[in-house]
Nanobody
Framework: QVQLVESGGGLVQAGGSLRLSCAASGISFDHNTMAWYRQAPGNQRELVAVITSGGGIDYDSSVRGRFTVSRDGAKNTLYLQMNSLKPEDTAVYYC???????????WGQGTQVTVAS
């Protein structure tokens, strides 16, 4: 019923850019908080950026000013524009949706981002 499919990951050089996409089905952005997480090998999964159902946005301090989260309601797609990438941004990036009215949460399969030094 609910499906989140990430795409757009890949290998880039430091200082480069990538745009990640999360195609959502079975949910609506006005009822869910959407977020990007990432997890590097040996590390905990960490929150990167979040956009609430009301449109509020916040970023982890490590990416603020470099990354931009946005959503397209018509396409039901969440985006993460990543600029000025650093090697420490290397991780698997996951799309997350959290329902506003129940303890329901969904995850995408993840997309690998590798930033070469």
């Amino acid at each position: 019923q609910v499906q989140l499919v990430e795409s757009g990951g890949g290998l880039v050089q430091a200082g480069g850019s990538l745009r990640l996409s999360c195609a959502a089905s079975g949910i609506s952005f006005d009822h869910n908080t959407m977020a990007w997480y990432r997890q590097a090998p040996g590390n905990q999964r960490e929150l990167v950026a979040v956009i609430t159902s009301g449109g509020g946005i916040d970023y982890d301090s490590s990416v603020r000013g470099r990354f931009t989260v946005s959503r397209d309601g018509a396409k039901n797609t969440l985006y993460l524009q990543m600029n000025s990438l650093k090697p420490e941004d290397t991780a698997v990036y996951y799309c997350n949706a959290k329902y506003a009215y129940r303890s329901w949460e969904w995850w995408g399969q993840g997309t690998q981002v590798t930033v070469a030094s």
